[in-house]
């Protein structure tokens, strides 16, 4: 069944389901223009027809005609992101369903800041945003989600609010002074204490759960004017971090210690741009090693988090990732809580968890069955016919549902059109740490009965596509977010990236060599071309960057028959998963390459076509990948000097 819906989700590389989307984009024209023509149409004509006969309205029609057929050729020097041969970064073609639902809403132009921009997509916002709680284990009920522009400005909220959480103690505990009130709070280890007995690392060190009940307490322990009036007086959000740390080292003797950011050595570049963005620092942002599959070494973070609470540095938050931009891997969640848990009964220490599974978040719905239970990693790999997935990363997608907050873009795996990210927050009263009422969106009765209505209080964002959730919405309904449907097309390309690593490994290109990397976590293969010839790290680096050159659209003009792109792992965050890599390569040393600047470049092929491991007469894009791949050796051998000198 689902085999046989698969060809209905996409266009097709040659356009196959042409007549569908055509016959659907003309069912949504037709049914605005009827939407308009019956809103008051006792208003008349504006546009009457012999308007259309003047010479000014023939010239427009002209001149939009003529440079719509201009641009309609300038796009076609666009990326083949519907093509099995486009192997490069995390695109594909997007589905149908996706295409369909961002057109008709789009005629409609709704914007999703607010309820009464947005009276139909704003909840289409909220019901997608449902979903991906239940997707990765959230109680929808006690979440709360919504769509972004991207993984950046997700990742991003989910830092904002992790920051506001960890320093709302410090503001409860000014703010309950000035009251007069006293309130209690829950530390790492289950006791509660009064708050104001505690010193600053302490207030630093309350578990997310202990902070929003504080929260709530903190409310409805006076007048909400009165706290409001407090709270301003003392929350970092506020004042700023220069004032605030002032204020802390009066009341404490101990100015704001720099607080880290955790993020796995694979974090993408986001997270730099985020900690610069929130006035933390970008020298606050600690990458943990990766281990032999670029996962956060866990053993790694443990070590990080004793020796940071040592020289009591609070720890703001720790990025795991899901799906990560370059390999894909996908970071043991469970062992990363577990090191937190442990954090918390033997130092006194907590810190916010999120996922950023901007990438990988969409493959959580290979765990779950269409009833709503879960497939246990046994029934998941019968079904594929493969060795994949691990117990371990069927434990690390059912993490998903004890992490604070999860990042995941439905632009990515979810196959739907730019832009759409997702935030997703486990508890939602966080969301109150960061909202902001603008005078002109007053709460009208509706949104004070439902709140998150009114999306713009809550986000970092203001106008946003409501055609955008109608995209992602429509998606959902077509391709269930479980085994028959998000879940069948993560696994038909976790298949066809098994099937290239394969065809990969057992390639012949002598006197070329393929060194691959550990096999994916999902579906981005990684590996290095090596030539005997070349006997340093340099000179490696040099050949990739060539058979890169090849194989990518990095030179203007370049129609390369596939494509691909390239990364550089660097030490020593990478060093745990360089073992393997550089026995096999055996053109330096472990210590040479700790001592290198230069760092190893990597090939990378992404493997989002759900078509790659069809079988016949689909066209066989994994043979042909390994034969372009040795056909860019060739050239390279042919022109170079590298391999000769
Ligand atoms: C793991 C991860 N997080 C975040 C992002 C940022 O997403 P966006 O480009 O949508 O802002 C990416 C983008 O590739 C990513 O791979």
Redesign the pocket.
């Known amino acids: 069944m689902k085999e046989d819906s698969l060809p209905a989700w996409f266009l097709g590389p040659h356009a196959e389901n042409a007549e569908l989307l055509e016959r659907l984009v003309t069912e949504a024209l037709r049914d605005h223009v009827f939407w308009r023509r019956n809103y008051h149409p006792e208003d008349g004509f504006t546009i009457r027809e012999t308007a259309k006969h003047k010479e000014g309205y023939e010239q427009a029609v002209a001149t939009l005609t003529q440079e719509l057929m201009g641009l309609l050729a300038e796009l076609k020097r666009g990326v083949p992101f519907f093509s099995g041969r486009y192997k490069g970064h ?1 695109s594909f073609e997007q589905t149908i369903a996706s295409q369909i639902g961002y057109f008709a809403a789009m005629l409609y132009n709704p914007n999703n800041v607010a309820v009464e921009a947005s009276p139909v997509t704003t909840r289409l916002e909220l019901d997608v945003a449902a979903q991906l709680a239940r997707m990765i284990g959230y109680d929808p009920q006690r979440s709360w989600g919504h769509l972004t ?5 997700a ?1 991003f909220e989910a830092l904002w609010i992790a920051r506001n959480i960890i320093y709302l103690p410090v503001a409860a505990s000014g703010a309950a002074e000035a009251l007069g009130v006293s309130l209690d709070v829950a530390r790492p280890d289950g006791s509660r204490a009064p708050l104001g007995e505690l010193s600053l690392w302490e207030l630093l060190n309350i578990p997310n759960d202990g902070v929003l009940d504080l929260w709530d307490a903190l409310w409805c322990s006076a007048p909400r004017a009165d706290v409001k009036r407090a709270l301003q007086e003392h929350s970092l959000s506020d004042l700023g971090y220069q004032d605030y740390a002032r204020r802390l080292a009066r009341a404490f003797g101990d100015p704001l210690p720099a607080s880290v950011v955790l993020v796995a050595a694979t974090a ?1 570049y ?1 997270w730099e741009k985020i900690v610069r963005a929130l006035g933390i620092g970008a020298n606050q942002l600690v990458f943990i090693p990766v281990d032999d599959h670029f996962r956060m070494d866990t053993g790694a973070l443990w070590e990080r988090v004793r020796s940071l609470a040592t020289r009591r540095q609070p720890v703001l938050a720790c990025v795991s ?1 899901c ?3 370059e390999e894909s891997a996908v970071d043991h969640l469970d062992e990363v809580l577990e090191v937190r848990a442990r954090a918390e009964r033997e130092l006194g220490v907590t810190f916010h968890v999120h996922s ?1 599974a ?2 990988g978040g969409y493959a959580a719905a290979v765990t779950w069955r269409a009833d709503g239970t879960r497939r246990p990693a046994g029934e998941i790999r019968t079904s594929v016919g493969d060795a994949w997935p691990s117990d371990a990363w069927v434990r690390a997608m059912e993490a998903l549902a004890r992490a604070d907050s999860v ?1 995941i ?1 439905p ?2 795996l979810g196959y739907v059109p730019y832009p759409a ?1 997702a935030f997703l927050l486990r508890d939602r009263r966080g969301r109150d740490l960061v909202a902001v009422d603008p005078p002109y969106l007053l709460p009208t009765q509706t949104l004070d009965s439902a709140p998150e209505l009114f999306l713009g209080r809550f986000i970092f964002e203001g106008s946003k596509p409501g055609a955008a959730a109608a995209a992602v919405w429509l998606s959902h309904k077509v391709l269930p977010l479980d085994e028959r449907g998000y879940g069948y097309l993560v696994e038909r390309t976790v298949v066809g990236a098994r099937r290239l690593y394969a065809a990969l490994a057992e390639a012949d290109l002598a006197p070329f060599r393929i060194v691959l990397l550990p096999e994916p976590d999902i579906n981005i293969v990684c590996y290095v071309v090596h030539h005997p010839a070349l006997t340093t790290l340099e000179a490696t680096n040099a050949l990739n960057e060539r058979i890169y050159e090849q194989m990518s659209l990095s030179q203007p003009g370049a129609t390369p028959p596939y494509i691909i792109t390239r990364t550089r792992l660097r030490s020593p965050v990478y060093d745990g998963a360089m073992g393997s890599v550089l026995d096999a390569l055996g053109i330096c040393t472990m210590e040479q390459w700790k001592c290198s600047d230069d760092g190893l470049v990597v090939l990378r092929s992404t493997v989002m076509d759900p078509f790659a491991a069809e079988p016949p007469p689909a066209p066989d894009h994994v043979t042909g990948f390994v034969a372009a791949l040795r056909g860019a050796c060739d050239v390279v051998a042919r022109r170079d000097d590298l391999l000769t000198n």
């Open positions: 995390m522009s991207g993984g950046t400005v990742n993408h986001s990732v799906g990560s931009t950023d901007c990438y990042s873009d632009h990515k990210g």
